[in-house]
């Protein structure tokens, strides 16, 4: 009775793959969908078709986390359109057209739990992020008000935020500096508690947010290693 159906996008990725591992230690039932397969979170009708064969092998879904997602670098001069639209229609609209087919069945069961995994970004800003950071405060917001809005049908929404995750997405990005130890030395000291948060530590951020016993909705629940609460001042 306590087997869970868990939906994850994403789930060949860093986060995504942990996330999967997480829910099924625990003993759910666990569909991955992934790009890498075939899945494309900004199909809405794919997310339809995939949210309704899910129903009818598994009768129901519990948990949908939102993991899927794209970056971008750069600030606003050097953005181009297709980066705006590329970023925004995985990040923002991909996680819309999912939930937007996994909440019926929520509704009708008036239980369920969505967590979608939004970034620091969100609420600092940080340097030569700028499409990145906008999807990302464009998640958090949504977040929000779909909590609000599945309040009256006993569904959670909740978001987690990490701070520089050490993910193959940041390893890459630091390879292709002139100086890739010193970029990695340098986001690390970017967190006041001094290193990357992994992707075991968002999973288990994740499972929390799921889990039943977990009293909170429209929560953006922050792993980001003090980056938005906290400043280290050297004394004299």
């Not at 099924?24 to 039932?29: A, Q, Y």
């Not at 078709?49 to 009818?56: E, F, K, L, M």
């Not at 129901?60 to 670098?73: E, T, Y």
């Not at 990040?91 to 970034?119: K, Q």
């Amino acid at each position: 009775m306590n087997r869970r159906v868990v939906v994850i996008t994403g789930a060949a990725g860093g986060i995504g793959e942990r996330t999967v591992a997480r829910f099924r230690s625990l003993g759910d039932e666990v569909i991955g969908l992934d790009v890498a397969d075939g899945f494309d979170v900004r199909d809405r009708t794919g997310c339809r078709r995939v949210t309704a064969d899910i129903i009818a092998a598994h009768g129901r879904i519990d948990v949908l986390c939102n993991v899927a997602g794209v970056g971008a670098v750069g600030d606003v001069v050097v953005a181009n359109t297709s980066d705006w639209e590329d970023v925004f229609a995985v990040n923002v609209f991909g996680l819309a057209h999912m939930s937007a087919a996994v909440l019926p069945a929520m509704r009708s069961a008036r239980s369920g739990s969505i967590v979608n995994v939004c970034s620091v970004a969100a609420s600092v800003g940080l340097v030569e992020r700028a499409v990145y950071s906008a999807s990302k405060g464009a998640v958090l917001a949504l977040t929000r008000a779909m909590a609000a809005d599945e309040i009256a049908h006993g569904v959670r929404v909740n978001c987690v935020s990490p701070g520089t995750v050490s993910s193959p997405w940041v390893e890459r990005l630091a390879a292709a500096t002139p100086e890739p130890e010193v970029t990695m030395g340098n986001l690390r000291r970017r967190q006041p508690l001094g290193r990357l948060v992994t992707c075991d530590e968002v999973a288990d951020a994740i499972a929390y947010l799921a889990a039943p016993s977990t009293f909170t909705t429209g929560a953006d629940f922050l792993l980001d290693g003090g980056i938005t609460s906290v400043r280290i001042v050297e004394q004299s």
